[in-house]
């Protein structure tokens, strides 16, 4: 069996690869543009033909769409490079796969709710309030209008081994924890908004479970899916954790409960019972997948 992964060099993207590669009934064709390293092939995907060209040589059985900006604060400020790779290359990925009649598994967000009224059912009316939500949102919309049976897996907010701490969200806390020690300088952080956060191990054993039961025609595997961790937390929980789990100070780190940057939901727990009712869920708990990510950095 052959997938394709597009965005193979980022956090979950790297997680899902590996995570193929390491089934021997599977070749995984991997690709990336800025960081196309280490067996990855690069790939414009805002270059049609080439996506094309692509995906005819390889002849994948389903494609992992997981190439995305998915900073909501970089979205904002570049909205058009934003909407040309989370929608454009998304439509055109959803259309190619269509003429090759294979599946695409993609990658979306809790960001499509405004946070408000948790759990959210894969039924819910969306909502986003930000760009980022709407963007990926339009993303799904696209995905789904090519052809129903499609997949779409929207996930929170991801943290697993980083190239860099600035790579997640998460653990891009434990620089401004750190910082706060060794140059004694208070770091803000907000104790807000409401998160379930997951490790991307987590995520990719799921997309590869649902992955093996879609081409194995079980039946309902398509629309739309939701996963997240089990943990509730907001950042300044996160950075207790970590704190804790290294023997770390929070003296100079402050809990502020006002919105920091770009507005983001309150609240965008996510139910996962359909995943669960198939057998496929997996869950990381935080103060261990943490600990594990983080112990290269002190």
Not at 119 to 141: A, F, T, V
Not at 170 to 184: A, D, E, H, P, R
């Amino acid at each position: 069996m052959k997938v394709v992964v597009t965005g193979a060099s980022g956090l979950l993207g790297r997680s899902i690869y590996e995570r193929f590669t390491d089934e021997k009934n599977w070749s995984v064709f991997g690709t990336a543009f800025k960081r196309a390293q280490l067996g990855l092939n690069k790939l414009n995907l805002l270059n049609k033909k080439e996506v094309s060209d692509m995906l005819n040589t390889v002849k994948p059985d389903i494609i992992i769409h997981c190439a995305a900006e998915r900073f909501p604060d970089k979205v904002e400020s570049d909205p058009q490079t934003a909407y040309d790779l989370n929608v454009g290359v998304t439509a055109h990925l959803a259309n190619e796969a269509n003429q090759l009649n294979i599946p695409l598994l993609y990658i979306s967000t809790d960001y499509v709710f405004d946070g408000k009224k948790s759990p959210y059912k894969e039924s819910d009316e969306p909502s986003p309030i930000n760009e980022y939500g709407k963007l990926k949102l339009l993303g799904e919309k696209k995905v789904l209008s090519a052809n129903s049976k499609n997949i779409v897996l929207r996930i929170p907010i991801l943290y697993g081994t980083v190239e860099t701490l600035e790579e997640s969200a998460v653990t891009i806390l434990f620089k401004g924890l750190k910082k706060s020690q060794q140059q004694n300088e208070f770091f803000k952080v907000s104790n807000y908004e409401l998160r379930n956060p997951s490790n991307v191990k987590d995520i990719a054993h799921i997309v590869f479970k649902l992955t093996e039961l879609k081409l194995h025609d079980v039946n309902d595997i398509n629309g739309i899916f939701h996963w997240c961790g089990k943990e509730v937390l907001t950042k300044y929980d996160m950075v207790v954790k970590m704190a804790n789990a290294f023997g770390l100070s929070l003296d100079r780190v402050i809990p502020v409960t006002e919105q920091i940057g770009v507005q983001r939901p309150y609240n965008t727990c996510l139910d996962v019972s359909r995943i669960e009712q198939l057998g496929i869920g997996y869950h990381t708990h935080f103060d261990v997948g943490i600990k594990s990510v983080l112990a290269k950095w002190i």
